[in-house]
């Protein structure tokens, strides 16, 4: 089962021709830089409905996200916001709890950065949280519970960081563990793979959510 989540990560970066941190799986598309089957190293033409689709598929996957959740951040994104409802929305995701996690590098995937939230392996501001949707706010603080340092995860994390840790999370050390505090609300230039939000935009501008 392990083995076949691990290939279905890796087709799924292969067939959206990019690398997603968030599925935890470098190197998707260093031996095969074209999409999976029999004819995906052929030539491909996108219509432009394709286009619009493949960005959406990209925040859902990288941020390990059903539809309805994507949508119901959509619309608490589009409430207030008279312009750039993306940037909100990016804004949200990128402070999930989950991803805070994984862009700290105490986890080398979302998925399982989502895993230490709902053990309850993890708090904010020292009290446990194990809501993985959970928004951290600007000037709290995300640790770790002491022995949850120790957690095969964390470890796997931080011999091979997946990424750098963006500038709106500011990482420190307290008592030799790492902890880190939301600093600035992250935008679209926080997205951490080729993203197109006039793309994405166009896609939801016909729909309903």
């Known amino acids: 089962m392990k083995k076949k989540g691990k290939v279905a990560r890796f087709k799924i970066q292969r067939r959206l021709g990019t690398e997603l941190p968030g599925l935890g799986k470098p190197g998707a598309l260093e031996r095969r830089p074209y999409p999976p089957g029999e004819n995906g190293n052929k030539r491909r033409k996108f219509s432009d ?12 996957f990288h941020y390990g996200l059903r539809e309805e959740q994507l949508r119901r951040f959509i619309r ?19 402070r999930r709890l989950d991803n805070v996690v994984f862009r700290l590098g105490l986890a080398p995937s979302i998925r399982s950065a989502r895993q230490l939230v709902s053990h309850k392996h993890v708090l904010v501001d020292g009290k446990v949280v194990n809501i993985a949707s959970y928004v951290v706010k600007p000037g709290q603080k995300v640790s770790l519970k002491e022995k ?24 420190e050390e307290e008592n030799g563990k790492a902890v880190g505090i939301v600093q600035a609300i992250p935008g679209v230039e926080h997205v951490p793979f080729t993203f197109d939000a006039g793309l994405f935009t166009e896609y939801y501008a016909a729909r309903k959510v």
């Open 49 to 60: 409905y394709a286009l619009r689709l493949e960005e959406k598929q990209k925040i859902r």
């Open 148 to 171: 949850a340092y120790e957690n095969q995860i964390v470890l796997r994390a931080k011999e091979a960081p997946r990424l750098e840790v963006p500038d709106f999370l500011r990482k």
């Open 76 to 94: 608490d994104s589009k409430r207030g916001a008279s312009t750039n409802w993306v940037n909100k929305l990016i804004g949200l995701l990128e």
